[in-house]
T-cell receptor
């Protein structure tokens, strides 16, 4: 099965600084790379995703970059705000209905005002 | 669409009792996933279904856990008998596994406490 690791496990940044979280996966067949955000007491929700034919995708202050050769992808958050404080999960998977969705171990981001 | 609906939202029960958690996926979604979340183990995939058929139940902890999906709009996760170590938040998620669509939509979760 897919081995998914995230680094770091916790991250504290000052408001306004940037944050980067890295996800490493093992299955070379993975072709879809999403990031989910889970606020305290809430459900995980998709915030950005990228497919294997694209190297980078941006959506306002967040971006995802993919290195398929090295089998890792990263979440970048710029100009962090207190509301970015949450746990972030990656969940690489293949296409189709027979692919497990294994979540990474999670990264707890704390943005200090 | 009301999203993925889970019930109950909270359940407190005593060790040895049967627990049934319910999930209604988003209409039109053909994949359904059950996850368990704890501080120590993170988000663990227990089982997933595609077109109502269980595809992989290797994450189910032991025989005390069972899951069914009798139709496209309903799934249950049952624990019998329950134990204190089963205390966790159980999430159901659904997705449409078709070309280019792989987004999981989660329900609000069922928080289980076994005393």
């Amino acid at each position: 099965g897919e081995n998914v690791e995230q680094h770091p496990s916790t991250l504290s940044v000052q408001e306004g600084d940037s944050a980067v979280i890295k996800c490493t996966y093992s299955d070379s067949a993975s072709n879809y790379f999403p990031w989910y955000k889970q606020e305290l007491g809430k459900r995980p929700q998709l915030i950005i995703d990228i497919r294997s034919n694209v190297g980078e995708k941006k959506d306002q202050r967040i971006a995802v970059t993919l290195n398929k050769t090295a089998k890792h992808f990263s979440l970048h958050i710029t100009e962090t705000q207190p509301e970015d404080s949450a746990v972030y999960f990656c969940a690489p998977r293949g296409n189709g209905g027979y692919q497990k969705v294994t979540f990474g171990t999670g990264t707890k981001l704390q943005v200090i005002p | 669409d009301a999203g993925v609906i889970q019930s109950p939202r909270h359940e407190v029960t005593e060790m040895g009792q049967e627990v049934t958690l319910r999930c209604k996926p988003i209409s039109g979604h053909n994949s359904l996933f059950w996850y368990r979340q704890t501080m120590m183990r993170g988000l663990e995939l227990l089982i997933y279904f595609n077109n109502n058929v269980p595809i992989d139940d290797s994450g189910m902890p032991e025989d005390r856990f069972s899951a069914k999906m009798p139709n496209a709009s309903f799934s249950t996760l049952k624990i019998q008998p329950s134990e204190p170590r089963d205390s966790a938040v159980y999430f159901c998620a659904s997705s449409f596994s078709g070309s280019g669509a792989n987004v999981l939509t989660f329900g609000a979760g069922s928080r289980l406490t076994v005393l």
